[in-house]
């Protein structure tokens, strides 16, 4: 199983990003998929996830800014960043659970200025 985790940058507060990962290695259509965030000195946490039917959820901070979303044809899963704020500064990472076990991603920095 391979994530490839890309879109990260340098970004203005306020305005947007998109976020990919590409996964290899699994039936990408039946797993539910999750992206997860690690700001600077803190621990890695949850932000989003997208089932294998396409039901979303998301921490309640970003729940009105971001957007996660899948192509299944494609294998690519989606992060949709608006109004980004200094504390979305993180590397973000995804995350696929197979067979018990978790795959993650290589991560994507986010990096906000003021």
């Known amino acids: 199983v391979q994530l490839q985790a890309s879109g990260g940058g340098l970004v203005q507060a306020g305005g947007s990003l998109r976020l990919s990962c590409k996964a290899s290695?699994?039936?990408?259509?039946?797993?539910?998929m999750n992206w997860y965030r690690q700001p600077p000195g803190n621990e890695r946490e949850w932000v989003a996830g997208i089932t294998s039917g396409g039901t979303t959820t998301y921490v309640d901070a970003v729940k009105d800014r971001f957007t996660v979303s899948r192509d299944n044809v494609r294998r690519i899963m989606y992060l949709q960043i608006d109004r980004l704020k200094p504390e979305d500064a993180a590397v973000y990472y995804c995350?696929?659970?197979?067979?018990?076990?978790?795959?993650w991603g290589q991560g994507t920095q986010v990096t906000v200025s003021s």
């Open positions: 290695g699994i039936n990408f259509k039946l797993h539910d």
């Open positions: 995350k696929v659970q197979r067979s018990g076990a978790d795959f």
